[in-house]
């Protein structure tokens, strides 16, 4: 296919990870012709860039997609790699019609159709469903000086092991699980500080995902008018105790401090005043909606979101957003709460596509 001989679908879902294989496998159901354009080379979605070590806080069980459970390895909470395999038996199993390597670069609007645009082809389509997820756009926080720094800045999405920072002096900077496991890990090996906006907060250690999100679930119920009024605490964003994170509490160096004030060439100044020499800064900052091939439809508002009722665009009702967060859904950019947004989207553009 070339651009200049664009072929025509219903939906295209844009995102082969974990939000578009749910959504094709409810797309599956209604007949409608799709496709899901996926700019990685192979499945597995932001999982084949996670580090090394990286574990779901789940047993498989409690983090599966719709239709077909994540087998069991026998460990208790899987692996990067089984998962990636999980998504990859997945996609195959439900023969999800997948077409990658294809990054799409835009969207645009033409009378009667969506288009997307991507470097193999070009596809009109009655209906896009925006599934990238946030790995694409990892969130630096901006820092006074920090381009006179001269030592090494990576974000956790760039990070795979401990072993290049080997005796180095490194900050970890974010509050989050991922800033949690990575200080644990690097830790054991160079001279690491965790840098924190407030004092993290951390889980008992015999709550693992499966309690996380039934408390999550609980608060979010509460905010609806649903169920107790006063829900059990934890949130998604609290700390998980899975094992490196225990082994550091452990060995007594799972303590963060607040935030530096500026960087120098050389290292960081602290609001007292001292200055600290680092070579290396690891930034476990988050991430934001990956949302640039939407640039052309003018939806995406200065939050970086994009307007929705539900998972639906106000502003363009072609294009529904699924997986990135509450505000597409309650816990939809995680494997397991996913389903119901993706289960919800499909249903409503069958409805919205069907003849009058």
């Known amino acids: ?200 907060t951390f889980l008992p250690d015999d709550v693992d995902g499966r309690v996380l999100f039934e408390r999550a679930t609980a608060r979010w119920q509460a905010k609806q008018g649903i169920g107790a009024d006063a829900p059990p605490p934890g949130g998604l964003g609290d700390v998980v105790m899975v094992p490196p994170v225990r082994a550091a509490r452990d060995r007594g160096v799972l303590k963060a401090v607040r935030p530096f004030g500026r960087f120098t060439p050389r290292g960081v100044v602290w609001p007292d005043g001292r200055e600290t020499e680092v070579d290396a800064v690891i930034w476990c900052t988050g991430f934001r909606p990956a949302l640039q091939h939407l640039a052309d439809l003018n939806v995406v508002e200065p939050s970086g979101r994009v307007a929705v009722e539900g998972t639906r665009s106000v502003k363009e009702p072609r294009l529904w957003l699924v997986g990135y967060g509450e505000w597409t859904g309650f816990a939809s950019a995680t494997l397991t709460g996913v389903m119901r947004s993706a289960r919800d989207t499909a249903r409503q553009i069958a409805e919205a596509l069907a003849p009058a």
């Not at 932001?46 to 090394?52: E, K, T, V």
């Not at 899987?78 to 997948?98: M, Q």
């Open 1 to 200: 296919m070339t651009k200049s001989s664009p072929t025509s679908f219903d939906v295209i879902v844009i995102g082969g990870g974990q939000a578009g294989l749910a959504i094709g496998y409810f797309l599956r159901r209604t007949g409608l012709r799709f496709a899901i354009v996926d700019g990685e080379p192979d499945p597995g979605g932001a999982w084949r860039h996670g580090w090394d070590s990286l574990r779901l806080f789940s047993p498989a069980e409690w983090s599966s997609l719709p239709g077909w459970p994540m087998p069991s390895s026998g460990e208790a909470y899987p692996t990067r790699d089984e998962v990636i395999a999980y998504l990859t038996a997945y996609e195959a199993r439900y023969e999800l019609p997948v077409i990658r390597p294809a990054e799409v670069d835009l969207v645009h609007a033409e009378a009667g159709a969506l288009v997307v645009e991507t470097c193999p082809a070009t596809w009109r389509t009655r209906a896009v469903v925006s599934a990238t997820g946030t790995w694409r756009a990892p969130y630096w926080p901006p820092y006074p000086d920090q381009p006179r720094f001269e030592g090494v800045q990576i974000h956790s999405a760039q990070y795979r092991n401990p072993e290049v920072f080997k005796g180095q002096r490194v900050l970890v900077v974010g509050g989050g699980n991922s800033g949690a496991q990575i200080f644990a890990e690097v830790s054991q090996v160079a001279d690491a500080t965790w840098v924190t906006p407030e004092p993290p």
